[in-house]
């Protein structure tokens, strides 16, 4: 969702946070925003839209202080305009803000009452107000943050520029993470390390509740009760070409590429190649769960389904998987010996980040996979279960998706050990499919130009269906996922049985049909569904292996990605799905990498 960056810098201040805008941009945003402070007096420049509007309004009427702060914004309190776009402002203090100030409307009222005029529609604006009327009482910048924070309900990261304090801004973390970036006479706050990566790899995470002034050579950290504390400073290896598109037209494009090496890297925190055996995470003994109860939203709920597969028929081990902002609400009945596990990329998800609190707070154990190895979930969870997909920029889950899946196959394997439910022989067989895995889905890259040739069709379409059975129905509720976020095609994702209870009725000559059917032992049954899709004048395209194309029915259009063992069929089928998401999407000329309406990091509810 919204990016921060705030610079207190020694060169011009405004192409840097441009430049760190960009690379905030991946969350997702409709307008952006900065400002300087220079000889005490704070200047803003607003855009609605993508940074390179921001980028125009700036050559026109440029900023040239040293020391500044910048936002992009995925509105949720008023619609996407430079009026709503921050920084806002309110006499002395000029601000940015990550987050939602749930009793905004309440603190609104009063700061009305007392005579204050907003000239916005956000919640953020409550903020500035309230801090200016502290510094108007007589506290110091400080001191009427602190007592500003202490009025405020809800999720939120802060950076504020005080008019007057030339060099210095202050920043707050409840809820979504902020971070302070260490530099030689310069010093930075982000909302991620990424934010801050062109100028830093040095890193302080804030801890929830945390508050921080910076200037040109240190940070002053003041946890919740205002008492100062000390954050340890990370090297973080956020390269910066981690971050670049390389040779690829989309982020996206390269990260689907990636996935070989991120599903390489992932297993190899999991599983051991030397002696083919799978590694235990230190201090859990899955025997002693009795049940795991896994929380995601999107595309890592999807990763969880596949999961839960196998934890079931594997290691016999019950497994539960739900859509956290359903189950943080729904007071569902859980017990000690069930283990709770956080799936996420972000790490960050504040329905997932929420639920899993709630579990933790009635006394489970608790786990977190994710690719942000710092995140919220990350440090709060007992358990820390990594992915390691590297940076993803496009909104679009891709390669970090194949990392859980990769990462929860492996613990499924150990829990089927530690259960006593396979035997050595048979874990190192699994082992050694699971190490197949990053070689087969680099072949399953190869069906790009048979994926691509689908693409000008499926385009025209208004609905895909998308069905599958068995792992394979979560791998076609992903593919619709994908479809509709970077197409805007409506799609949706069924379990191929359920085809003659609804969803047929769709089915005529321009609905295509995507049916993820390789060839296991839901093969035959899945086959039939194909054939009532053609007989009805349905369009099928069977994305399968070898052995399943063999028997694909007549009409059918098929692509054939690489055989593999059951256990890792949802890895090398992933990418074919993803590819044609893509190649759709670039066909009809989609924002690729930001579609509308989307952020990367769901930090609201
Ligand atoms: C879809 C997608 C989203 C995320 C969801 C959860 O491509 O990316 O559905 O999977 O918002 O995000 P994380 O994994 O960060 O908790």
């Known amino acids: 969702m919204c990016g921060i960056i705030g610079i207190v810098g020694n060169q011009a201040v405004s192409p840097r946070l441009i430049d760190s805008l960009k690379r905030l941009e991946y969350r997702g945003y409709d307008s952006a925003g900065i400002a300087t402070i220079e ?23 440029p900023l040239s202080g040293l020391v500044g702060i910048g936002h992009t914004r995925w509105a949720t309190h008023g619609v996407p305009n430079e009026r709503n776009a921050h920084p806002h402002t309110a006499g002395r203090v000029t601000l940015v803000h990550n987050g939602i100030i749930e009793n905004f409307a309440e ?33 110091s910048p400080i001191a009427a943050l602190k007592n500003t924070l202490d009025q405020l309900t809800g999720a939120f990261a802060l950076a504020v520029l005080v008019a007057g304090e030339n060099n210095q801004i202050m920043g707050a973390r409840r809820g979504s993470p902020l971070v302070v970036g260490h530099g ?89 190649a030397l002696t083919s055996r799978a590694i235990p995470t230190e201090g859990l003994d899955f025997a002693s769960v009795e049940r795991i109860q896994i929380v995601a939203c999107g595309t890592a709920s999807y990763a969880a389904q596949i999961a839960r597969y196998l934890f079931e028929q594997l290691a016999d081990l019950p497994c539960d998987v739900e859509i956290a902002s359903e189950f943080r609400y729904r007071q569902p009945a859980l017990r000690a010996t069930t283990l709770a596990v956080a799936v996420s990329q972000s790490g960050e998800t504040a329905d997932t980040l929420a639920a899993l609190r709630w579990c933790k707070a009635g006394g489970l154990r608790t786990a977190a996979l994710v690719n942000s190895h710092e995140s919220t979930m990350a440090r709060e969870a007992d358990f820390l279960w990594p992915t390691h997909a590297g940076p993803e920029i496009g909104v679009a889950s891709t390669k970090a998706f194949t990392a859980q899946i990769t990462a929860l196959t492996a613990l499924a394997v150990t829990a089927a050990v530690q259960r006593g439910r396979i035997d050595a022989a048979e874990e190192t067989r699994l082992v050694k499919v699971l190490l197949e895995a990053p070689r087969l889905i680099a072949a ?113 259009r098929v692509v054939i990605a690489p055989s593999s063992d059951p256990l890792i069929t949802p890895l090398i089928m992933s990418a074919p799905i993803q590819m044609l998401a893509y190649f759709v999407a670039v066909q009809k000329g989609a924002d690729v990498d930001q579609p509308r309406n989307l952020a990367k990091s769901v930090t609201v509810e």
């Open 444 to 556: 399953s890259l190869q069906t790009e130009d048979a994926v691509r040739s689908l693409a000008i069709d499926t385009a025209k379409a208004r609905d895909v269906l998308y069905l599958g059975r068995g792992p394979m129905f979560p791998m076609a509720m992903e593919g619709a996922l994908k479809l509709k976020e970077i197409s805007y095609i409506h799609a949706e994702g069924y379990a191929a049985g359920e085809l003659k209870h609804g969803p047929i009725a769709l089915v005529d000559e321009s609905t295509p049909v995507i049916i993820i059917a390789p060839q296991d032992s839901f093969f035959e049954k899945t086959a039939s569904n194909m054939s009532e899709v053609i007989a009805r004048g349905g369009r099928v395209i069977l994305f399968t292996d070898e052995a399943g194309a063999a028997h694909a029915p007549q009409g059918a």
């Open 107 to 139: 603190l609104k009222a009063s700061l009305i009452h007392q005579g204050r005029v907003f000239e916005s529609d956000t919640d953020t604006e409550v903020i500035a107000h309230l801090i200016d009327r502290q510094l108007g009482l007589g506290d």
């Open 184 to 272: 030689v006479g310069e010093m930075f706050i982000g909302s991620d390390a990424l934010a801050v990566g062109p100028f830093t790899n040095k890193i302080s995470y804030l801890d929830e509740g945390d508050f921080v002034v910076i200037d040109h050579d240190r940070a002053q950290i003041f946890d919740a009760e205002g008492t100062a504390v000390d954050r340890p400073i990370k090297i973080v290896s956020a390269s910066a070409a981690l971050v670049e598109k390389g040779n690829y037209r989309h982020f996206m494009e390269k990260e689907i590429h990636e996935q070989p090496e991120s599903c390489q890297r992932t297993l190899g925190a999991y599983v051991d």
């Open 39 to 61: 000889g005490g007096k704070v200047e803003r420049r607003r855009a609605k839209g993508k940074i390179r509007a921001l980028e125009d309004k700036l050559l026109s009427e």
